[in-house]
């Protein structure tokens, strides 16, 4: 089985939509993938429609969060999308989205780049707006050569001089949140050094402690040091390992699949889980 745990569709910050999402997926070799759109679900019912047969649907998110001065995203998985207390806190992160984005353009252009927020809302379109779109807005300029170098401490990376921060929640309440939701949460690239400040492994400890199930390994921007140091901590703690490609579509190079996760920590996933279930393909 080749899983992919971790996509992005244009219900955040991909360019595929969810559907073309799920059958470029298929066409990838992928047996499992995971929509896992920023703060949403609403890509969820458009993948189901469109699931091709022999492909299973994982719902999920990556929500935004904030510990100590430093932003992190937690990858949540089958969890019941209309609990309401999780619900409320995706909203306020969605909510708070744009005068966010608003306040990136703004501080580019104080820096000389002609960016503005016209340009950004027509890139992000019904996707909830992210960095990821102030970054495409800046390839299109010709500031930047890619998304990725846009981010950066010259500019969009976390305490960039253009970074703004938004309403983030705590990971020890998405740890809650999620769990009370009956999903499962996995810190995502808990290590990726080149976004920025990255989360102290004491916090993901307290973190393994307060229930968090997991860690992504592999992962882009994981090198191979990260991705050892991650396994031994994670044996440490008893926490589960995956591996996902992050992927957005032709907003980033990597490909679906590039990184997966194994097929016995995929199910113990979804033993753990009972908010929602894994929807198999029936050839939509």
């Known amino acids: ?49 469109a699931l091709p047969e022999g492909l299973t649907l994982v719902t999920g998110a990556e929500l935004s969060c904030r510990v100590g001065g430093v932003s992190m995203h937690m990858l949540a998985y089958l969890f019941d999308p209309e609990e309401p207390e999780l619900a409320r ?16 353009v703004a501080k580019l252009r104080e820096l000389g780049v002609p960016v503005t927020w016209e340009q950004v809302a027509r890139i992000a379109g019904d996707g909830a707006v992210g960095r990821p779109h102030v970054a495409a807005a ?3 300029l010709g500031v930047v050569e890619t998304v990725s170098d846009a981010f950066t401490p010259q500019w ?17 309440d998405a740890v809650r949140l999620v769990k009370a939701a009956g999903g499962v949460t996995v810190f995502a690239h808990p290590m990726a050094v080149k976004r920025g400040r990255t989360v102290p492994e004491h916090v993901i400890a307290e973190l393994a402690a307060a229930g968090l199930d997991g860690v992504e390994v592999d992962h882009t921007d994981h090198d ?38 194994d097929p016995e920590i995929y199910g113990e996933i979804v033993r753990r889980a009972f908010g929602a279930f894994p929807v198999p393909g029936a050839g939509g």
Do not use: Q
Not at 18 to 37: C, I, M, Q, S
Not at 156 to 172: C, I, Q, S, T
């Open 224 to 261: 191979d040091a990260a991705r050892t140091r991650l396994r031994g901590l994670a044996a440490d703690l008893g926490l589960l390992t995956t591996g996902s490609s992050d992927y957005h579509g032709s907003r980033k190079t990597v490909a679906l699949g590039e990184y997966t996760t």
């Open 138 to 140: 800046m390839v299109e």
């Open 89 to 104: 806190e995706r909203e306020l992160v969605r909510d708070d989205r744009v005068p966010r984005a608003r306040g990136m």
């Open 1 to 49: 089985m080749r899983i992919d745990l971790h996509t992005h569709s244009t219900a955040s910050d991909g360019t595929d939509t969810p559907a073309e999402l799920v059958r470029n997926a298929a066409a990838a070799g992928l047996d499992v993938v995971a929509l896992t759109d920023h703060d949403s679900v609403g890509g969820y019912a458009e993948a189901r429609a």
């Open 156 to 172: 969009l990376a976390n305490d960039g001089r253009a970074y703004v921060d938004k309403h983030e929640l705590d990971p020890f």
